[in-house]
């Protein structure tokens, strides 16, 4: 889809709706808000519910997740106003604290909460069933909400349930809501049964007729028009009934394309021009298409939504400039309804036309086929029959293009329609007065009035001129400012808020229109209001004074004779421009014949009210009734006094006629509000600089009375913290001796539980002491066995010792006499072999003498190797005695060896001889220390008992007084 912005709002909590606002839309589309929810996995959270305020540019939205947000279209931002952790079912917005609005809960609850601080206000329950609507009464003060099974109405001022409607369970609720601007509320059923009923005692008003023709139709979706004189129905078919509830009957059924087989929502789209008569219907069908079409040509506009981007419900803001659709995407798409078709934009078409011939046949009730096409704007007709005839006015090209005015309208034209009817008609009468004004809506320099902000003669308006709508007040408030900062003499004027207050209230949706209206009535209609200022415009008073006197000579004598003034009888009705003496329909028609003719028509309607009530005047004397008469509302038909009004603009002489005195009507200026100073400076001056005085001193008064008063507030806070203080003292005093009558008592608490305590110590102290002496004589007897156990454990340890040493001594000499036998056997056997072996070498060596001498006559080699045999046999004997010599040398060893063994056995001997001395003279020395603590101990006991004989009466043990003699006990060997 071309030029459209999707905006993802995602977790932010403010920011814009679009980026960059485009100058047109192909599909009228603004932008498109979507949801993504943050997290491992992108999710789009579905918008369920959206609701407009009253101004038309701001609109509530609820998500699944139960965020609640605030988009303003005007300022392209959104908003998150609240978390309700769970979806809603129902939104509304127009409460009487603008601020506030109502959401329904899934858990079927209604919470309210304000949209600036995001506060809980209220919560209400009640619903056994999910919340299908909220529906707000025009003043703000009530809700209904509607389930399946009950609709309820709430107080919002309490917040408590008012009234509760049940019905039978085969009969369900389809919707309860009040009827706009009206105490009437309608319910309907789903038997198709409609009830209206009266808000206030719940009395059944009338019941609207079911259809008998044709199938049920199951009525789902309903709408009203903003005047609430047409109401819709539809249901499960494609057909949609449209009824008068001013007739109570059927007007009209239309049925829709054959494509649409179930509607799911109906609502009418307001017009600037149909003065709440709403011409467009749009109509929601199950194929997510929304078409809207006009029903009194039964020809479809345009239509939002597609077969692939289908919309599951949609709003429309009361001024009809935009249209919010929830997607079946769970998306929001904000519509531009100027940019879907021009014909929304187009003015009316020209009230008068010619009539002509035409076979008409007007039923009560027509079925009308709904046909695409581009469709005109409707003119709405009245049932009666109007005689009229055809004018011919003689005027000139010039004159009548004088009379042109903007928009295709012509004055001349339009004071022929006011003096047939008498009054413009309502849906159109801004439209006429804007083009009769000529207003030029000068953006810019009203803009530039109204920044400068308020003006310090209205800043405390509300304390002279309080109103109950603050709406209101702030209106009027911004409007007189504007108009003070435009001229000086405009923050002078004390009756200045009573000559505004009905435009502002008329135009309070509309700062600019109503400015420019009020300016332009002050410089054409007020004129020469302003001469004589501060006093009452006595030229203006004298002008009135004048043709009252050329028409009615008996009524202005009545006034003289009763001392009352032009000031009292016209200055009235002028300076609050009939607000206070008319009703508002008929200051409505009055203000259409003044703005329709010469500026003067304001001054003949004066004398024309004064004539008109000639009777009950002339029959008033006292002055206060007079004043009485011009301040509030009379018996007046105000088309007998508008016809005295142009009779006297007919009848009266022009050197009487106001107009003389007036100039023509003279429209505001394009651009550029004109220069108004048609007043005496110096005065205004000179009032301006006194009440600048006065409020410098006012100021400066309430400075002062603001530091009386804290100084009042210092003195009265000392004198209650002295008061405090010495209350205080006074406390702390009873205080004081209650806690001594306490701590006395305490005190001798205290010394009865210390004597028992005392008590309770000395028997304990005895049972000690008793089980401290069995203690110790049990230890006694204990560490007595223990020294006797050790004692006879040393002696066998003792004795044991000295048997192994004996032994050990034994068997060492034992040992050592075996080895000196060993020693001497060995020695014996070497001697014997070494014998042997010399008598066995000596025998060789003769043997070998002899062989050799007895071979002496062989060769000298023989006799060398013989030389050779013996010497070797010489060394071998000599290596065997060698032999023989080292084992004697090592029998000389062992023997040396013995006797060291012996001289160290000797040693050992001498030194376990040395051990036993030292053991017994270490049991002499144990001897005496186990005496010695024997002795202690006892001293110890005797010191025990002489003080325990001395602290207590009772009697000591029987061995503390044993005068024997201590028996010294038995020490070991």
Same mark, same amino acid.
């Given at each position: ?230 109401? +819709? ?187 047939? @009817? ?21 953006? +810019? ?38 108009? +003070? ?44 209001? @302003? ?443």
């Amino acid at each position: 889809m071309l030029n459209m912005q999707v905006t993802d709002i995602g977790s932010r909590e403010d920011g814009k709706i679009w980026h960059r606002k485009l100058a047109s839309t192909k599909y009228g589309v603004l932008a498109t808000v979507i949801r993504n929810a943050s997290g491992r996995q992108t999710k789009t959270v579905r918008f369920l519910q959206v609701a407009f305020d009253t101004t038309g540019e701001s609109f509530l939205a609820g998500d699944h997740h139960g965020n609640i947000y605030v988009f303003d279209i005007s300022r392209n931002r959104f908003k998150l106003v609240q978390k309700t952790g769970q979806a809603c079912t129902a939104l509304a917005f127009n409460l009487r604290r603008t601020t506030e609005y109502l959401v329904a809960l899934a858990d079927y609850s209604i919470k309210c909460f304000d949209k600036d601080t995001r506060q809980l206000v209220s919560w209400m329950r009640g619903h056994e069933g999910a919340v299908s609507s909220l529906s707000i009464h025009s003043s703000g003060s009530y809700a209904i909400s509607t389930s399946s099974d009950t609709a309820q109405l709430w107080n919002l001022d309490t917040f408590q349930r008012k009234r509760k409607l049940n019905v039978r369970q085969s009969v369900g609720i389809q919707k309860v809501f009040f009827l706009p601007h009206s105490n009437t509320i309608l319910s309907c059923f789903s038997d198709d049964s409609i009830f209206a009923w009266e808000s206030d005692t719940l009395f059944c008003k009338y019941q609207l007729p079911v259809p008998q023709d044709g199938p049920r139709i199951h009525y789902r979706t309903y709408a009203v028009t903003q005047d609430g004189k047409t109401f +819709a129905a539809a249901g499960r078919s494609n057909l949609v009934h449209l009824w008068c509830l001013d007739s109570r009957q059927l007007l009209r059924v239309i049925q829709m394309p054959p494509k649409v087989k179930t509607v799911r929502y109906l609502d009418f789209l307001a017009d600037s021009f149909d003065g709440g008569s709403n011409q467009t219907l749009g109509v929601l069908s199950q194929d997510g298409v929304m078409r809207f079409i006009n029903i009194q040509s039964c020809k479809q506009l345009f239509e939002i939504g597609s077969h692939e981007d289908a919309i599951t419900s949609a709003s429309i803001c009361p001024k009809g400039h935009h249209i919010v659709a929830v997607m079946d995407s769970g998306a929001l798409k904000i519509y531009d309804v100027r940019s879907l078709t021009p014909e929304i934009s187009k003015p009316p078409q020209p009230l008068l036309k010619q009539v002509t011939k035409g076979n008409i046949n007007v039923g009560l009730c027509s079925k009308m086929k709904v046909h695409t096409g581009a469709g005109q704007r409707p003119v709405k007709t009245s049932g009666r029959r109007i005689q009229s005839k055809v004018l011919h006015p003689a005027v000139s090209a010039l004159d009548d293009k004088e009379n042109d005015l903007p928009n295709g309208l012509n004055k001349k034209r339009l004071q022929a329609l006011l003096r047939s @009817f008498g009054e413009y008609p309502a849906k159109y009468r801004m439209f006429i007065w804007r083009s009769l004004l000529h207003l030029p809506e000068n953006h +810019a320099a009203f803009s530039s009035l109204t920044d400068k902000g308020l003006h310090s003669a209205y800043m405390c308006l509300q304390e002279r001129y309080p109103i109950k709508s603050q709406k209101l007040q702030r209106g009027l408030q911004r409007v007189l400012s504007a108009l +003070a900062h435009w001229a000086a003499v405009f923050g002078e004027t004390d009756y200045l808020p009573l000559l505004a207050f009905p435009f502002v209230k008329l135009f309070q949706n509309n700062p600019l229109i109503c400015f420019e209206v009020v300016a332009t009535v002050i410089v054409n209609w007020c004129q020469h209001w @302003f001469e004589y200022f501060p006093n009452p415009p006595l030229n203006v008073l004298s002008l009135a004074e004048n043709v009252l006197a050329h028409h009615d000579k008996e009524l202005l004598q009545h006034f003289v004779a009763c001392g009352v003034t032009s000031q009292l009888y016209v200055w009235p009705l002028l300076e609050t421009l009939f607000s206070e003496v008319l009703m508002r329909e008929e200051w409505l028609k009055l203000f259409d014949n003044v703005f329709s003719n010469h500026p003067s028509f304001l001054l003949m309607a004066v004398v024309a009210y004064v004539i008109c009530c000639r009777a009950p005047l002339l029959l008033c004397t006292d002055k206060k009734d007079f004043e009485y008469f011009f301040h509030h509302r009379n018996s007046l038909d105000i088309g007998a006094m508008l016809k005295e009004t142009y009779r006297l603009m007919d009848s009266t002489p022009q050197d009487v006629h106001p107009s003389s005195a007036l100039s023509d009507f003279e429209p505001l200026t394009q651009g550029q509000y004109p220069i108004f100073n048609k007043y005496p400076t110096f005065i205004v001056e000179y009032q301006s600089q006194e009440r600048e005085r006065i409020r410098q001193q006012e100021v400066e008064y309430l400075r002062e009375r603001q530091e009386v008063q804290q100084l009042h507030a210092e003195a009265v806070r000392q004198q209650a913290e002295f008061e405090a203080w010495y209350k205080q003292q006074e406390l702390l005093l009873q205080g004081e001796e209650q806690r001594r009558r306490i701590l006395q008592e305490e005190e001798s608490k205290l010394a009865q539980q210390r004597a028992r305590l005392a008590a309770m110590k000395r028997e304990l102290k005895v049972k000690e002491l008793n089980l401290i002496d069995s203690a110790r004589r049990r230890f006694l007897k204990h560490q007595q066995d223990q020294r006797r156990i050790q004692l006879k454990r040393l002696d066998d340890e003792i004795q044991r010792k000295m048997a192994l040493r004996d032994q050990e001594t034994a068997a060492a000499v034992q040992d050592i006499e075996v080895r000196q036998m060993e020693l001497d056997a060995q020695r014996q056997l070497f001697e014997q072999q070494l014998a042997k072996e010399q008598e066995r070498v000596s025998q060789e060596v003769r043997a070998e003498v002899d062989t050799r001498r007895r071979r002496a006559e062989l060769d000298d080699c023989t006799f060398q190797n013989l030389i050779q045999t013996d010497e070797d046999i010489s060394q071998k004997s000599k290596k065997v005695l060698e032999e023989s010599l080292a084992e004697v040398g090592q029998m000389e060893v062992d023997a040396d060896w013995q006797a060291e063994v012996i001289k160290r056995l000797e040693k050992v001997e001498e030194r376990h001889e040395k051990q036993r001395e030292r053991l017994v003279n270490l049991s002499k020395q144990t001897c005496a220390k186990e005496d010695e603590i024997v002795q202690l101990m006892l001293e110890v006991e005797g010191k025990q008992i002489v003080r325990r004989k001395r602290d207590s009466d009772l009697p000591a043990h029987p061995e503390a007084f044993c005068t024997s003699p201590r028996v010294r006990p038995p020490t070991f060997p």
